[in-house]
Every structure is written in structure tokens, then in C-alpha cells.
């Protein structure tokens, strides 16, 4: 949500949209949304036309893990801090992320996170979850425990990391 989103960007984090859609459609909702950076499917464009010839590898099963293995390379960073994934298509992604977060999942992905132990939140919930990572978690609560070791291991991390 942009709320998310906002608040994120307030504490100094670095916010990337990774998408196997195409640039052209995510590039606009990375703007809106006010995060720094896009990786998203390339398409070749030839004399100002569209080929059917893919340049990135977003829409493959590794894809996405291969992409932000990439991105995180160039900025010196070893894994990302926190990422969010809908489909089993984020798997990869999520994979590579210290804490990686079902938002509202497709039923897939919610099995594999309860499988894998990851933590895994409707769209409602996602915003108090990282309002706990930055703020003071109240004593007793469903991620307090979690996000009191979380704030004081990696604050100032976010998604691909800075």
C-alpha cells in the first residue's frame, strides 16, 4: 500500500518493485508508489517496435531470485532485508530474504510460508507488522516476540537493502 510504502521511505529504507510484468506497466506503479527502483521484465525493441524477444529472465522460475541476486551484486549487498511475495512465482525471491513476508498470498504460497516457517500477512495486517519492526512492538501481541529481535538485529534495511 502506499501507506506502507510511505512510511517505509520515511525511515530511510530502499524500496525496489520486482515484477515479471514488463517495465513499461511497473515502471508507472514504482513512480506511484514512490520506491527507487524497478526490475521487471525487458522486452527488445526494434525501430520502435515491440519484439516478441524477452532480455531478462523475470518470467522464469528463477527469475526473480536471479534479479535481485543481480541487483543486490552491484550495491555490494549479500541478501535483502525484508521482502513481500504473493504467488509461489516470489519463491525465489523470497528465498534469498532474511525475513520474507506471504502478503496476502495465493493459497500455494500460503501453504509453502506455514511450511517454511516464513511470516505471512493479509494486506491489513502488513502495515502494523512493519510498523513493528520500526516502532516500539507493544509487550504482548501476535509479532512482538519476532519484531523486538527483528528491530534490533536489522533496522535501516529494507527489500534489496540500500
Request: zero cysteines.
Amino acid at each position: 500500500s502506499a501507506t506502507l510504502m510511505a512510511r517505509l521511505k520515511r525511515e530511510g529504507f530502499r524500496l525496489v518493485l520486482l515484477s515479471a510484468g514488463v517495465w513499461e506497466t511497473a515502471e508507472p506503479a514504482r513512480e506511484f508508489l514512490g520506491m527507487d527502483d524497478v526490475l521487471a521484465t525487458r522486452v527488445e525493441v526494434r525501430n520502435g517496435i515491440y519484439t516478441d524477444r524477452l532480455l531478462t529472465t523475470l518470467h522464469t522460475r528463477a527469475g526473480k531470485g536471479e534479479a535481485i541476486d543481480a541487483y543486490l551484486r552491484k550495491r555490494g549487498r549479500e541478501r535483502p532485508f525484508l521482502a513481500f511475495g504473493d504467488s509461489t512465482g516470489d519463491i525465489p525471491m523470497l528465498e534469498r530474504a532474511r525475513f520474507p513476508v506471504a502478503l496476502n498470498p495465493n493459497e500455494e504460497l500460503r501453504q509453502e510460508a506455514g511450511l517454511r516457517g516464513w511470516t505471512s500477512v493479509r494486506s491489513g495486517q502488513a502495515v502494523e507488522f512493519v510498523d513493528g519492526l520500526l516502532d516500539e512492538p507493544p509487550a504482548r501481541g501476535r509479532f512482538a516476540g519476532f519484531l523486538r529481535r527483528l528491530k534490533a538485529l536489522f533496522k535501516g534495511l529494507i527489500a534489496a537493502g540500500n
